[in-house]
């Protein structure tokens, strides 16, 4: 990523700070990818998580457009699948969003706003 960028900015940024700091960053980046990958495959806050899954797969995307050996494409229809998920409520239908939803006794109206939204 920081020879095959497309971005000088993403190039610089893992160049001077994620690299010398790899140790930090290494099991925060396999943290949230578990994370991600564990809630979508129980359907729990689907929404969030396939935001964020696509935050990583765009990360990648950009980062490697121009890596000897690479088809940037099939980062981009990778990209494709966690927004399908967060845009259409997967969790919902058969996932643990649904039973979060159903059991939804939240009174303030604040409070079922941000539900609705993560789930």
Sequence with gaps: MGKSAAIPLQADLVNNIVLPHFYLFAPIVYGLETLTAISLLLG???????????????????????????????????????????????????GVDA?????????SKLGSIILAEAT
Aim: aromatic share 20%.
């Design 44 to 94: 729990i806050f689907v929404r969030f998580w396939g935001f964020v899954g696509a935050a990583q797969i765009l990360n990648l995307w950009l980062g490697l457009y121009n890596a000897e050996g690479e088809w940037p494409w099939t980062y981009f229809s990778l990209l494709v699948l966690p927004l399908i998920f967060a845009l259409h409520h997967y969790g919902r239908s058969l």
């Design 99 to 107: 039973i979060i939803v159903a059991r939804s006794t939240v009174r």
